[in-house]
Each structure stands twice: as structure tokens, then as C-alpha cells.
């Protein structure tokens, strides 16, 4: 079965500083990845994605994620933190072999970039 | 419409009553999705219609739980006797198509109270 394990409940940074929410998951055939932002009272909106290719995949906002096949994770990251990127940040999986079409959400890491 | 729409937002009801939850997704994405969030927690996995039919209920979590989507568009999902435990924000999102790569497009959700 496919599963997604986000190791930090919370992540504290300073602004202006690179920041890293963690993600690593589990699937039996070959993964697509995702991250999702969700602010609060809202919905999440999606922010990239890995489905093949180069590992190193660009989203929104200037996030970015690595894909390491190694050791199963999928580490969003960003160069320079803004206040405003704090919410709450989920990671999700497809398995396009044996999970059919549903995504699995990890349990979310909540980020809090102080000014 | 531009966005999955979801209506109520919010929903208060008390314990044994019936509760339906409207879920009106993107124009012409034929795969829909319902997922459930627990305060604190991920999205979690209830069902999904390819089309008019629910392809995967596997996440509905008893028989007081339903969901349908009668002409491909609109779906409704359905909660008799209500319990406390089933207080959550209920999320819809819509995809193109249940076998494309894209990410998931999520509505703002229905806050469900059941006092």
C-alpha cells in the first residue's frame, strides 16, 4: 500500500532564509509526487509535482523539490523563506501501479517563517 | 464554473440528523474526488467517480457514509445519523481524467459541526 510520512509536525524559520519541509513515501510501482499548500480556511492549491524526469523539479512561489529514488523522499525546499510562505504544507503520492487513481496526503508540516 | 465549488461552507447539525454536502467541480473534468480533514490532520481518502460511477469507495469509513454523482457533474455526499466523530472539513477536488499526471484541483471544503 501507498503511504506518505512528513517526519516534522512544524518547521520554524527565519525569514530570508533557505527552508526544507521533509517528505519521504512508500509505493510499490513508480511514484508521482506532489506538494499542496493549504492557508488557512481555504482549500489546497497545488504546487508542484514530480512525474519523471529530472529530479529536481520547480513550482510556484519558488519552491522546489527533490526526488531521491534512494531514499524515498521528496524534500520541498526554497532558497530565501518570506513570511508569507508560512501555512501548512502537505506531500501526497500516487502509486500509478498499484494504487489506482487516489492520492495519499501525508499528515502536513506546518511552516512559520518569522520576520 | 472557474473552481470547484462546494457548498455549504459551513454546516452545523446535531448528533442522528442526515446531512448531504454538495461538490459542483471543474467544467469537463470527468474524475472527482471526496477526502475528509480532521483537525491537525491530512486530507484522507474517501471516494472517487470516474464519470457517474464510484470507480473506488474504499475509503468511506461505514454505511452511513455515501456519495453520489448522477450525471457526471455535481456530486453530493451523504452522512445519515450524524456522530461527533464526524466532524471534519469535507474536500472535493476534480482532475481531467483519473489517468492524467496533473495535480488535483481542490475546493475551499464544507466545515461539518455536529454538536
Known amino acids: 500500500a501507498q503511504s506518505v510520512a512528513q517526519p516534522e509536525d512544524q518547521v520554524n524559520v527565519a525569514e530570508g532564509n533557505p527552508l526544507t519541509v521533509k517528505c519521504t513515501y512508500s509505493v510499490s510501482g513508480n511514484p508521482y509526487l506532489f506538494w499542496y499548500v493549504q492557508y488557512p480556511n481555504r482549500g489546497l492549491q497545488f504546487l508542484l509535482k514530480y512525474i519523471t524526469g529530472d529530479n529536481l523539479v520547480k513550482g510556484s512561489y519558488g519552491f522546489e523539490a527533490e526526488f531521491n529514488k534512494s531514499q524515498t523522499s521528496f524534500h520541498l525546499k526554497k532558497p530565501s523563506a518570506l513570511v508569507s510562505d508560512s501555512a501548512l504544507y502537505f506531500c501526497?503520492?500516487?502509486?500509478?501501479?498499484?494504487?489506482?487513481?487516489?492520492?495519499?496526503f501525508g499528515a502536513g508540516t506546518r511552516l512559520f517563517v518569522k520576520a | 464554473g472557474a473552481g470547484v465549488s462546494q457548498t455549504p461552507s459551513n454546516k452545523v447539525t446535531e448528533k442522528g440528523k442526515y446531512v448531504e454536502l454538495r461538490c459542483d467541480p471543474i467544467s469537463g473534468h470527468t474524475a472527482l474526488y471526496w477526502y475528509r480533514q480532521s483537525l491537525g490532520q491530512g486530507p484522507e481518502f474517501l471516494i472517487y467517480f470516474q464519470g457517474t460511477g464510484a470507480a473506488d469507495d474504499s475509503g468511506l469509513p461505514n454505511d452511513r457514509f455515501f456519495a453520489v454523482r448522477p450525471e457526471g457533474s455535481v456530486s453530493t455526499l451523504k452522512i445519515q445519523r450524524t456522530e461527533r466523530g464526524d466532524s471534519a472539513v469535507y474536500l472535493c477536488?476534480?482532475?481531467?481524467?483519473?489517468?492524467?499526471?496533473?495535480?488535483?484541483?481542490f475546493g475551499e471544503g464544507s466545515r461539518l459541526t455536529v454538536l
Open positions: 477536488a476534480s482532475r481531467s481524467s483519473p489517468g492524467d499526471t496533473g495535480e488535483l484541483f
Open positions: 501526497a503520492v500516487r502509486d500509478m501501479v498499484t494504487g489506482g487513481f487516489k492520492t495519499i
